[in-house]
């Protein structure tokens, strides 16, 4: 890949997030690695992806709606709402505009990976359940996740969705369209088989 090395990325990431967001960048992008190899991606985009993703996740108000109005993005009501959502969008927008990475699966696996969506590309899977599954992750569930993950990134998906979702509601949060959107496609496509197998096995 040309333009700026995976190295000048991880020392920009050192300035820009806490270590912990930094540490955690390091390992989504492992993570990213390993399950491209398992399912045949990039590897080398998927690992660059997983650095990239959080990229403003430290990131002030103002330099998020900096990047919105440069991208020329007006939030929904639910996106104003839920602050949580800002890091993915203008993560993928700095990514583009900032840091001139010309490259739309990076872009799109950035932009999606906390609400995911229906129609998810390879990448993008694999940005949203490195994510999950990244080396310091110790959730009650990760090890089921863990294992579900290197047998199919949809039913993975669906599990996180079936805490994640309840959970936003729980805590009077919105959903976005998004997820929903990716919840039902899942359900659809009887991704919920194998996770009835996994519950009763
Ligand atoms: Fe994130
Ligand atoms: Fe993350």
Redesign the pocket.
């Given at each position: 890949m040309r333009g700026i090395s995976d190295e000048k990325i991880k020392e920009l990431l050192r300035s820009r997030l806490k270590e912990s967001r930094y540490i955690h960048s390091l390992n989504v992008a492992e993570s990213a690695a390993e399950l491209a190899e398992i399912y045949g991606a990039d590897k080398e985009k998927c690992f660059r992806a997983g650095l990239l993703?959080?990229i403003t996740?430290n990131a002030p108000d103002e330099e998020h709606l900096e990047l919105f109005r440069l991208a020329g993005i007006t939030l929904s009501p639910d996106e104003m709402h839920n602050k949580k959502l800002w890091?993915?969008m203008s993560g993928a927008e700095y990514i583009k505009h900032i840091l001139k990475i010309d490259d739309e699966d990076i872009y799109s696996a950035v932009r999606y990976?906390?609400t995911g969506r229906a129609g998810m590309s390879l990448i993008e899977k694999i940005i949203y359940i490195a994510?999950f599954v990244s080396a310091e992750r110790d959730y009650s569930d990760v090890n089921v996740m863990r294992a579900l993950c290197v047998q199919s990134l949809e039913s993975a998906m669906l599990y996180a969705l079936r805490y994640t979702i309840p959970d936003l509601i729980r805590k009077g949060q919105t959903v976005h369209k998004d997820s929903l959107e990716l919840y039902n496609e899942l359900i659809l496509k009887g991704k919920d088989e194998t996770y009835d197998t996994q519950r009763n096995s």
């Open positions: 993703h959080d996740k890091h993915a990976h906390t994510d």
